[in-house]
């Protein structure tokens, strides 16, 4: 237990004092949020109503996406998984820690978006919180396992950059963040079904805001749940200690598995 | 102090078509500073590497006090101490938390008499990033023995290591083996191996070409002894005399210096000589051919 302690309190304290996870975690965030609140909604009124999911979903793709895999790669790179695993650190630990305090940042700053943004920007308050907690967990779950995932397969910093960026971009895109999913071109739908910030924005809108959706609500919550454990299972069988191990589980591509609850997510597209 | 510790018996390790490691054999006994002797690519890494379960052996059979290194790594982590030859640390880790995070994970109280012993005491809070790459590697040797296991392998351990660092990490290794550790050293320093270990092994592309204590090999080398004489009368000098097994004799600074194949009659010949010629003493040395010496003889042939 001290053990974990110490880890979890150490990684903590990387997520605030290395100043890329600062900025991943907290710093780009929390300015997107401020110039979203201001710039967006004077554009469009209409996005004070998804402001909050918006936000949040953004933080947490950030976080997980942008700022968690590349720690891990260079880990792996610069040999310190080596100096832990001699050294009695377990595997599950080198990367659940890292995600369960990455996951801890970033619902701090959904926290705060979250108590902010009605008062600061006018953002629609969801109808029930319990949901939205909910919603907002299983999403930083899901998004989690993607970050430790790509952290466990990326083969270098730009093959980080690479996977992250697959997934971060057009989430930003055809995401439902900027614009909903029911506005996108039909040809374009079953490619947003594919993303997580999707799934999260429609759990969010159906089930904390009671809100008209575009997919299964129900269903999306299901989809992220299963993504996140998909995700993690899949890193921890494929976690590798040293990039020049010659003993290591399964092939990269078996990461590509976890996109299977997502294409089951196309079937629920109304 | 002749328990077996770690056995080594037919080992192989491949990398695709390459053969790194081809049969070797050797065994460590508890107490005892055992030396992997090798140019690179020797295959001295690769055979601590799959003994501290890093890697996986391709054939033979690899055993620490009754632990397959390649199955059992949790019990293994409790039973040995590793000093990689390269590792690293997080940058933002100080050096405090090291020391607690890994002793944590070992379950012991974290050591900082230890740091404090490696000269690392005014550099609790310095980040890993911060030290120097001696400070690094004196932290990583810390660490390796914080949790004081039964065998410590140090991979070239004093690579990067001001004098002060050295004498003070050669103290500690002695330390260790006087408490019953055995010490597994792969070195490139020739003196370190010859002043450390007890026993070595000498590995050339994957094989294990001599094996025996440093003064063992030394001895039975084809490499001259040499002996070093000063005269009050400098008899030999002026009588230009040859010795039994003296392949060589030159003159240098009022000594005679004979190179001998066999130093002990040539010891005895010289002082019999001195003593009928009625020539006193005035100083003796006998050197043998340095360990270094003997393993370029072993590796060039």
């Given at each position: 237990m001290t053990a974990f302690v110490n880890h979890f309190a150490f990684e903590f304290k990387t997520g605030l004092r290395n100043p890329t996870q600062m900025l991943m975690n907290y710093l780009f965030p929390l300015a997107f949020y401020a110039l979203m609140g201001l710039v967006m909604t004077q554009i469009n009124p209409d996005f004070k109503e998804t402001l909050l999911p918006a936000m949040i979903i953004f933080a947490v793709l950030v976080s997980t996406l942008l700022g968690m895999p590349g720690p891990l790669v260079e880990a792996r790179e610069a040999g310190i998984f080596r100096s832990f695993k001699i050294n009695g650190v377990p595997a599950l630990s080198i990367l659940a820690i890292p995600a369960l305090t990455t996951i801890f940042h970033a619902l701090i700053v959904s926290a705060l978006i979250a108590l902010t943004a009605s008062s600061l920007f006018g953002g629609a308050a969801p109808v029930d919180w319990g949901s939205f907690v909910l919603v907002a967990l299983v999403t930083a779950f899901a998004c989690g396992g993607l970050g430790a995932l790509i952290g466990v397969i990326a083969t270098g910093s730009r093959s980080t950059v690479l996977w992250s960026q697959l997934i971060f971009l057009p989430s930003m895109?055809?995401?439902?963040?900027?614009?909903?999913?029911?506005?996108?071109?039909?040809?374009?739908?079953?490619?947003?079904?594919?993303?997580?910030?999707?799934?999260?924005?429609?759990?969010?809108?159906?089930?904390?805001?009671?809100?008209?959706?575009?997919?299964?609500?129900?269903?999306?919550?299901?989809?992220?749940?299963?993504?996140?454990?998909?995700?993690?299972?899949?890193?921890?069988?494929?976690?590798?200690?040293?990039?020049?191990?010659?003993?290591?589980?399964?092939?990269?591509?078996?990461?590509?598995?976890?996109?299977?609850?997502?294409?089951?997510?196309?079937?629920?597209?109304? | 102090m002749n328990e077996t510790v770690v056995t080594v018996q037919d080992f192989r390790k491949v990398y695709g078509d390459f053969v790194a490691v081809d049969g070797i054999s050797f065994h460590a006994r508890r107490g005892e500073i055992f030396g992997l002797l090798g140019p690179n690519g020797a295959g001295k890494t690769s055979t601590l590497e799959c003994l501290e379960g890093l890697r996986r052996a391709d054939g033979g059979r690899l055993d620490i006090m009754g632990v397959d290194p390649g199955r059992d790594t949790r019990r293994l982590q409790n039973l040995i101490g590793v000093q990689l030859q390269t590792s690293g640390l997080p940058?933002?880790?100080?050096?405090?938390?090291?020391?607690?995070?890994?002793?944590?994970?070992?379950?012991?109280?974290?050591?900082?008499?230890?740091?404090?012993?490696?000269g690392l005491g005014e550099k609790l809070r310095s980040t890993y990033h911060e030290l120097s790459t001696g400070q690094q590697r004196r932290l990583a040797l810390a660490l390796a023995v914080a949790h004081q296991p039964p065998i410590v392998i140090l991979d070239e351990p004093t690579a990067g290591l001001d004098v002060a660092s050295r004498v003070e990490l050669h103290a500690l290794m002695q330390e260790l083996r006087d408490a019953g550790s055995s010490i597994l050293l792969a070195t490139h320093d020739m003196a370190e191996a010859e002043k450390m270990t007890d026993r070595v092994a000498i590995l050339l592309k994957g094989r294990i070409v001599a094996t025996g204590s440093p003064r063992e090999l030394t001895a039975t080398g084809a490499g001259f002894t040499k002996v070093s004489v000063r005269s009050e009368n400098a008899a030999l000098s002026h009588d230009n005399v040859s010795f039994p097994a003296v392949g060589k004799h030159v003159l240098k600074d009022a000594y005679d210096i004979y190179f001998s194949t066999d130093p002990a009659p040539t010891v005895s010949a010289i002082l019999e000589y001195l003593a009928a010629h009625d020539d006193k003493l005035i100083d003796l040395r006998v050197e043998r051919p340095s360990l270094e010496e003997r393993f370029l003889e072993i590796t060039a042939a």
């Amino acid at each position: 237990m001290t053990a974990f302690v110490n880890h979890f309190a150490f990684e903590f304290k990387t997520g605030l004092r290395n100043p890329t996870q600062m900025l991943m975690n907290y710093l780009f965030p929390l300015a997107f949020y401020a110039l979203m609140g201001l710039v967006m909604t004077q554009i469009n009124p209409d996005f004070k109503e998804t402001l909050l999911p918006a936000m949040i979903i953004f933080a947490v793709l950030v976080s997980t996406l942008l700022g968690m895999p590349g720690p891990l790669v260079e880990a792996r790179e610069a040999g310190i998984f080596r100096s832990f695993k001699i050294n009695g650190v377990p595997a599950l630990s080198i990367l659940a820690i890292p995600a369960l305090t990455t996951i801890f940042h970033a619902l701090i700053v959904s926290a705060l978006i979250a108590l902010t943004a009605s008062s600061l920007f006018g953002g629609a308050a969801p109808v029930d919180w319990g949901s939205f907690v909910l919603v907002a967990l299983v999403t930083a779950f899901a998004c989690g396992g993607l970050g430790a995932l790509i952290g466990v397969i990326a083969t270098g910093s730009r093959s980080t950059v690479l996977w992250s960026q697959l997934i971060f971009l057009p989430s930003m895109l055809i995401g439902g963040l900027m614009l909903p999913v029911s506005l996108l071109p039909e040809s374009i739908r079953p490619a947003s079904a594919l993303l997580p910030s999707t799934h999260a924005m429609q759990a969010f809108l159906g089930l904390a805001y009671r809100q008209e959706t575009s997919i299964d609500p129900l269903a999306s919550f299901l989809i992220l749940a299963v993504n996140g454990i998909l995700a993690f299972g899949l890193a921890i069988y494929l976690f590798n200690w040293d990039s020049r191990n010659d003993a290591r589980r399964g092939h990269s591509l078996m990461a590509l598995l976890v996109v299977v609850p997502y294409l089951a997510g196309i079937f629920f597209l109304k | 102090m002749n328990e077996t510790v770690v056995t080594v018996q037919d080992f192989r390790k491949v990398y695709g078509d390459f053969v790194a490691v081809d049969g070797i054999s050797f065994h460590a006994r508890r107490g005892e500073i055992f030396g992997l002797l090798g140019p690179n690519g020797a295959g001295k890494t690769s055979t601590l590497e799959c003994l501290e379960g890093l890697r996986r052996a391709d054939g033979g059979r690899l055993d620490i006090m009754g632990v397959d290194p390649g199955r059992d790594t949790r019990r293994l982590q409790n039973l040995i101490g590793v000093q990689l030859q390269t590792s690293g640390l997080p940058a933002d880790m100080s050096v405090a938390e090291a020391m607690k995070f890994f002793c944590a994970y070992h379950g012991v109280a974290p050591r900082f008499d230890l740091l404090e012993r490696l000269g690392l005491g005014e550099k609790l809070r310095s980040t890993y990033h911060e030290l120097s790459t001696g400070q690094q590697r004196r932290l990583a040797l810390a660490l390796a023995v914080a949790h004081q296991p039964p065998i410590v392998i140090l991979d070239e351990p004093t690579a990067g290591l001001d004098v002060a660092s050295r004498v003070e990490l050669h103290a500690l290794m002695q330390e260790l083996r006087d408490a019953g550790s055995s010490i597994l050293l792969a070195t490139h320093d020739m003196a370190e191996a010859e002043k450390m270990t007890d026993r070595v092994a000498i590995l050339l592309k994957g094989r294990i070409v001599a094996t025996g204590s440093p003064r063992e090999l030394t001895a039975t080398g084809a490499g001259f002894t040499k002996v070093s004489v000063r005269s009050e009368n400098a008899a030999l000098s002026h009588d230009n005399v040859s010795f039994p097994a003296v392949g060589k004799h030159v003159l240098k600074d009022a000594y005679d210096i004979y190179f001998s194949t066999d130093p002990a009659p040539t010891v005895s010949a010289i002082l019999e000589y001195l003593a009928a010629h009625d020539d006193k003493l005035i100083d003796l040395r006998v050197e043998r051919p340095s360990l270094e010496e003997r393993f370029l003889e072993i590796t060039a042939a």
